[in-house]
């Protein structure tokens, strides 16, 4: 598998990323006043984000294409962006690769 100029030698476990990806965020979360502070980044939406990453990875094993559109749409899905949807909204998801169909849901 490549990706750009990188080859991947080994599938690490999908729970394994998922929970790189938690700490991450954590670790942005206490590094980053402006985020900690408004109190939207919670432990519980970080755990969320992480679910939503898991089900969006195990749904197109193999198709990194695939694979990439999904977690940025399993992303935009669990911040609820597309509750509101305005015209900023719909062209990030676009830019990210994701479509939206005519009942305002990413596919």
């Given at each position: 598998?490549?990706?750009?100029?990188?080859?991947?030698?080994?599938?690490?476990c999908?729970?394994?990323?998922?929970?790189?990806?938690?700490?991450?965020?954590?670790?942005?979360?206490n590094?980053?006043?402006?985020?900690?502070?408004?109190?939207?980044?919670?432990?519980k939406?970080?755990?969320?984000?992480?679910?939503?990453?898991?089900?969006?990875?195990?749904?197109?094993?193999?198709?990194?294409?695939?694979?990439?559109?999904?977690?940025?749409s399993?992303?935009?899905?669990?911040?609820?962006?597309?509750?509101?949807?305005?015209?900023d909204?719909?062209?990030?998801?676009?830019?990210?690769?994701?479509n939206?169909n005519d009942?305002g849901?990413?596919?």
């Amino acid at each position: 598998m490549y990706y750009n100029d990188t080859t991947i030698n080994k599938l690490e476990c999908i729970g394994h990323i998922q929970k790189r990806v938690g700490t991450r965020i954590r670790k942005l979360k206490n590094e980053t006043p402006s985020v900690r502070d408004k109190g939207k980044l919670t432990d519980k939406f970080i755990d969320k984000l992480q679910n939503y990453y898991e089900i969006a990875i195990h749904s197109v094993v193999g198709n990194l294409k695939n694979m990439q559109t999904t977690v940025i749409s399993a992303f935009y899905h669990c911040c609820s962006v597309l509750d509101n949807l305005s015209m900023d909204n719909v062209q990030r998801v676009k830019r990210a690769g994701a479509n939206i169909n005519d009942s305002g849901n990413v596919t």
